[in-house]
């Protein structure tokens, strides 16, 4: 499952520099991006997703055929036994007992469908909520991301922020130095300068 969530952030990192390389419009409010490329990566998606995602929703697509099937066959096996009944017996009293007998197996071949389909729908819903615990981590997940890459965009502009005031100051004791002043009190400088001019 791991290696399908990575092939999945995989997927989303790349929807994202496609967004990143899009053309801006109006003030970056919109951003024009190729249709190939975003279809070819949703594509990408589609068939990573993990397979209980997609076995469920392939039963919920075929669960009114599989009732209708079930009950096709109930309705065919009612039918046959009847037909085979009504020419194998021709006494009232066999016919009777016959005719109770298939009464007993259409309610058990009715029953027998209900559970069919009841089972259906347990499975259904058991995928179906597999599939929505499996899209919640993967939603935690791109939470966790998105947050990790906004805490080192804090900390890169508080470091461009440092680097800005450093340089201000070193720039006003260079200008009091050629002007033959004394430099006021820095009480923010520190001596290392050009470390200040470096990124982590």
Known sequence: MNSQQDVIYGL????????????????????????????????????????EIKEARALLR????????????AEKIVADAQAEANRLLSESDLLRAVQREAEKIKEQVITDCEDI??????????MRNQAI????????????????????????????????????????RRRAESDGQIPGNYTNQRPEFAQDFKMN
């Open 117 to 126: 389909k009841r089972k259906a729908l347990e499975e259904a819903d058991t």
């Open 62 to 73: 075929r669960k009114d055929e599989l009732q209708y099937e079930a009950q096709q066959r």
């Open 12 to 51: 989303m990192n790349e929807l994202e520099e496609a967004l990143d390389k899009g053309f801006p419009l109006l003030g970056y409010c919109f951003t024009v991006v190729k249709k190939d490329t975003v279809t070819n990566i949703l594509d990408k998606l589609y068939a990573a997703l993990p397979d």
């Open 133 to 172: 615990d499996e899209s919640l981590r993967i939603k935690d997940g791109a939470s966790v991301y998105a947050e990790q890459v906004l805490v080192n965009l804090e900390q890169n502009l508080n470091q461009l922020q440092e680097i800005v005031k450093n340089g201000q100051v070193q720039l006003e």
